[in-house]
C-alpha cells in the first residue's frame, strides 16, 4: 500500500519513523535490530535518508593536504530494499537535489522502480558540509526534482526520450516547515512553495521537527486557508541530551518551549535528559492524536530507545 492510502485510510493515528543509512563499512545487523523493536508498533512506513558526499582532507604526509570526498552513509536504495523485503513494510527512501545530477537522479528512479519502491520523499536535501561547492549540475529546489519526477512517471527521460515500457509511477511526499524554512524570507512565501508542491502532485508533507503543538496547528491552519489540502504529518523528535538545547534550535532553526528548556536545565546528565524528551515528546503525541492526525512521524536518529518507549505508551 502506498503511504498516502495508508495514511487516509487509518482508523487511528498511524505510527511512522525515520532511519538512517548504516555509517560507511558498519553494515545493518544493528539498524535491522532497532526497526525489528519497533515493528511491535505496526509502522505503516518507513523512512530512510539519503546524505550526500562531504568534503575529506587527507594528510599527504608532506605538510600538505589533499582534498577528496567521502559518503558517510552510502546505500540508500539498496537499505530500502533491504527494509522492505525484509520488514514487508512501505520505504519511503528520499531523494535530494543536492549532490545529485539530473542524470544520476535519474539512475536512482530507475534503481528504485526496479526494486519495486514506489514512494520517495523529494527534498532539495541539507547544504553541504565546510563549505563545499556543489560538486555537479543539481536541481535548486525539491520543486525542480519533483517536476523531474513528474516526467519521468509520464514514460519520460530527462533527455526527452520516452521509455519503450513506463514502470509504477512513484508517489511523492515533500517536507515542511511549521516555523518556516531558515532561508525563506516569511511564513507565507515558504508556504507559497509548499502550494506549488501540492499543486505538482506531492501528495502529503512531513513537517520539521517541533516542541511546541501550537506551531504545527497553527501552521496547519494557515496552509488550510491557502488552498492547501494535503495531508500535513507531524514529524516528532524526542531529545535525549541536554547538548541538544542549544544544538537542536541552531542546526533545524526551531524554538524550544520555555517550559522544556527549564525541565532540560534542572537534569543532571543525558539519562534525565531524556527521560524529560520522552515525557515531553509523548504529551506531545498525545494532543497531536486527541486532534485527530492521520499519522505521527518520528525521529529516530541516536533516539530509538526514546522512540521505542514513545510508541510502546501512546500506541
Ligand atoms: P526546498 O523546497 O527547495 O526549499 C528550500 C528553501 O527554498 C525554502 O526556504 C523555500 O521557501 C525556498 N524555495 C523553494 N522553492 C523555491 C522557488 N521555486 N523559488 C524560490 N524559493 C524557493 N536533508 C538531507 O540532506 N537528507 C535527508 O534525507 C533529509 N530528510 C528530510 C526529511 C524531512 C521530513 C525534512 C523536514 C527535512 C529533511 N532534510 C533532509 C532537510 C532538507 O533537505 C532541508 O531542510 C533543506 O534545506 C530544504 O529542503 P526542502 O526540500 O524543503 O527544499
Redesign the pocket.
Known amino acids: 500500500m502506498r503511504v498516502i492510502d495508508s495514511i487516509n485510510s487509518a482508523k487511528n493515528t498511524a505510527f511512522s519513523f525515520?532511519v538512517?543509512p548504516p555509517v560507511k563499512g558498519t553494515g545493518a545487523t544493528k539498524l535491522f535490530g532497532d526497526i525489528e523493536r519497533l515493528m511491535e508498533f505496526n509502522p505503516k512506513y518507513i523512512?530512510?535518508?539519503?546524505?550526500?558526499s562531504e568534503p575529506l582532507y587527507v594528510d599527504m604526509g608532506n605538510g600538505l593536504f589533499k582534498r577528496t570526498t567521502i559518503r558517510r552513509r552510502p546505500g540508500?536504495v539498496a537499505i530500502a530494499t533491504a527494509i522492505h523485503h525484509r520488514f514487508g513494510v512501505p520505504v519511503v527512501p528520499?531523494i535530494?537535489?543536492?549532490?545529485y545530477s539530473l542524470g544520476e537522479t535519474e539512475y536512482v528512479l530507475i534503481d528504485l522502480q526496479l526494486s519495486g519502491i514506489t514512494d520517495i520523499?523529494?527534498?532539495?536535501?541539507?547544504?553541504c558540509k565546510g563549505g563545499s561547492e556543489q560538486q555537479c549540475e543539481s536541481h535548486?529546489?525539491?520543486?525542480?526534482?519533483l517536476r523531474q519526477v513528474n516526467r519521468f512517471n509520464e514514460g519520460f527521460f530527462i533527455d526527452g526520450t520516452q521509455m519503450k515500457e513506463r514502470g509504477e509511477r512513484f508517489s511523492c511526499?515533500?517536507?515542511?516547515?511549521p516555523e518556516?524554512?531558515?532561508?525563506?524570507?516569511n511564513m507565507e512565501?515558504?508556504l507559497?512553495?509548499?502550494k506549488?508542491?501540492a499543486d505538482e502532485g506531492a501528495e502529503y508533507?512531513?513537517?520539521?521537527?517541533f516542541f511546541d503543538n501550537r506551531k504545527y496547528f497553527d501552521f496547519v491552519e494557515r496552509a488550510r486557508a491557502m488552498g492547501i489540502e494535503i495531508p500535513i504529518i507531524p514529524?516528532i523528535k524526542p531529545m535525549h541530551r541536554l547538548s541538544q538545547l542549544n544544538v537542536l534550535p541552531k542546526t533545524?532553526r526551531v524554538d524550544l518551549p520555555a517550559e522544556l528548556v527549564s525541565a532540560m536545565q534542572q537534569c543532571k546528565d543525558d539519562a534525565a535528559a531524556a527521560q524529560v524528551g520522552r515525557e515531553w515528546a509523548i504529551a506531545q503525541c498525545r494532543e497531536l492524536i486527541a486532534k485527530g492526525v492521520p499519522s505521527i512521524?518520528f525521529?529516530t536518529i541516536n533516539a530509538m530507545d526514546s522512540v521505542y518507549e514513545i510508541a510502546k505508551t501512546i500506541y
Open positions: 525515520e538512517l523512512n530512510i535518508t539519503t546524505h550526500h540508500t528520499h535530494l537535489c543536492n549532490g520523499l523529494v527534498l532539495r536535501g541539507d547544504k535548486r529546489h525539491a520543486i525542480d526534482l511526499g515533500v517536507a515542511c516547515y518556516k524554512h531558515e532561508e525563506a524570507p512565501s515558504d507559497m512553495v509548499l506549488q508542491k508533507a512531513v513537517t520539521q521537527m514529524g533545524f512521524h525521529y
